[in-house]
């Protein structure tokens, strides 16, 4: 279902990579389950004014409405039907809200499928405190990070075999009798891949933000003291890629120390990298000293929920799940079936996640004007339960009101 008229064009991506946007693109949005219907309405009516305000209707978005999740089992009977992943691959650019995974037994989740199906190699989810959001730090405003994870391999890939299953079986008695390693009986098994492919183009991509934006150190994270051949790989493979293809914008922290007496030349990127437990630990004491982590697929999941945590949760992370080809922006809380209906919920991960897709198509004054809007209405302390009841002198409003509020104070 496409809203806004018929004269939406698509998005295009040429050859070397490059994204040309009309004035009107066609973006595909996923409505998401539980609370995804009300948050998403919410999210739309900001983004559109957004860009109404910031190009005075020479701009606009044509939206067209794709099935995923609850919705599209019940109109469809798939969880995800095809026409939905030639859809997003058609969109180019798209947002959705979030959708449902069972623990344990089931369907596999539907997140992880879209990334590996759209080869979406990097979720990005960029890490900051606004001001009057209530956080469990002393000094929540020191962090200011944007964590590109590596969304195909490591662990998530989805390779794994229950316990007592014939598959696993028969990969117990290949370690064993082939290659020398026997593990218990009963034994659930998962492979974990990491390649120098994924692996570089997912740092590529992250020091190409740093370059792009600013910022002053891309540090890759990883527990190459333990997984040498995966992880260690991965920190191996980053600093390859970035002497080869960055050396005229890079340094690495150690020739910082050795050649440049402890101080960085002014210009250069500096290359770090951490230990994952260890970068827990920075993360919280030190959080000035990091700009952009690039981690492998499992460290990035802990690493970015708990920096969202330092900054005030979930409710206020965005994020996007980014390929060569295609862009999918999403919230990255959970469907919170209980408040589904209720117009209760915070919007302000689908959009914020929606700011950083305008930005991403080079609207960037739009992004500008709804980080501005979302910032302002919570300074004045007008929010949803879920940061009232951590607020004095909160006004609490319903999801909707929350939205009318940001619109009122985009422009002032």
């Known amino acids: ?32 389950d539980g609370t995804g219907p009300d948050i998403w309405a919410a999210s739309q009516r900001v983004l559109d004014a957004a860009v109404r305000a910031a190009y005075g209707g020479t701009k606009e978005i044509q939206w067209m409405e794709l099935l995923a999740g609850e919705k599209a089992l019940a109109q469809t009977g798939k969880w995800l039907p095809d026409q939905t992943v030639q859809d997003l691959r058609r969109c180019v650019v798209a947002i959705k809200g979030p959708l449902t995974t069972p623990v344990g037994g089931g369907m596999r989740s539907l997140n992880v499928t879209l990334r590996q199906v759209l080869d979406l190699y990097a979720c990005v989810r960029p890490v900051r405190w606004i001001r009057g959001v209530p956080s469990p730090m002393k000094h929540p405003e020191k962090v200011n990070m944007v964590v590109f994870r590596e969304n195909t391999e490591d662990l998530y890939a989805g390779i ?30 998962g492979v974990k891949p990491m390649s120098r492919f994924g692996t570089e183009r997912l740092v ?19 527990k190459g003291n333990i997984m040498k051949y995966t992880e260690g790989a ?28 402890g101080q960085a030349p002014a ?21 000035e000293e990091y700009h952009v982590l690039a981690t492998p697929n499992l460290n990035g999941d802990y690493l970015s929920d708990a920096l969202a945590a330092q900054v005030g949760g979930l409710g ?41 897709m305008l930005e991403h198509m080079g609207w960037v004054e739009a992004a500008r004007l709804v ?26 409003v319903k999801c909707s009101q929350f939205a009318d509020a940001i619109l009122e104070r985009l422009s002032d």
């Not at 490059?18 to 949005?29: A, E, L, N, T």
């Not at 991965?234 to 005229?248: D, S």
């Open 371 to 396: 980080e501005k809007g979302l910032e302002r209405t919570v300074s004045e302390k007008i929010v949803t339960y879920d940061l009232a009841r951590q607020m004095d002198g909160a006004r609490e």
């Open 204 to 222: 590529r991509r992250a020091i190409q933000h740093a370059l792009r934006h600013g910022m002053p150190s891309v540090t890759l994270v990883h």
């Open 1 to 32: 279902m496409q809203t806004g008229g018929n004269e939406g064009q698509w998005i295009t991506v040429d050859e070397d990579g490059r994204m040309h946007v009309p004035d009107r693109p066609i973006i595909g949005f996923i409505e998401g």
């Open 234 to 261: 991965f920190r191996q493979w980053g600093y390859e890629l970035a002497a080869r293809e960055f050396a005229e914008n890079t340094v690495t922290e150690d020739e910082v120390t050795a050649r440049f007496g």
């Open 316 to 356: 206020m992370a965005p994020g996007a799940n980014i390929g060569d080809r295609c862009a999918l922006f999403e919230a990255t809380h959970g469907t919170a079936p209980k408040y589904a209906g209720l117009d209760k919920v915070n919007p302000a991960s689908v959009i914020l996640s929606g700011a950083m």
């Open 160 to 189: 794994e075999w229950p316990a007592g299953s014939k598959e696993a079986e028969k990969m117990r008695a290949f370690l064993c009798e082939e290659m020398g390693v026997c593990l218990r009986e009963h034994s659930g098994i």
């Open 267 to 287: 210009g250069k990127i500096v290359i770090k990298d951490r230990i994952a437990d260890a970068m827990f630990q920075q993360a919280l004491l030190r959080p």
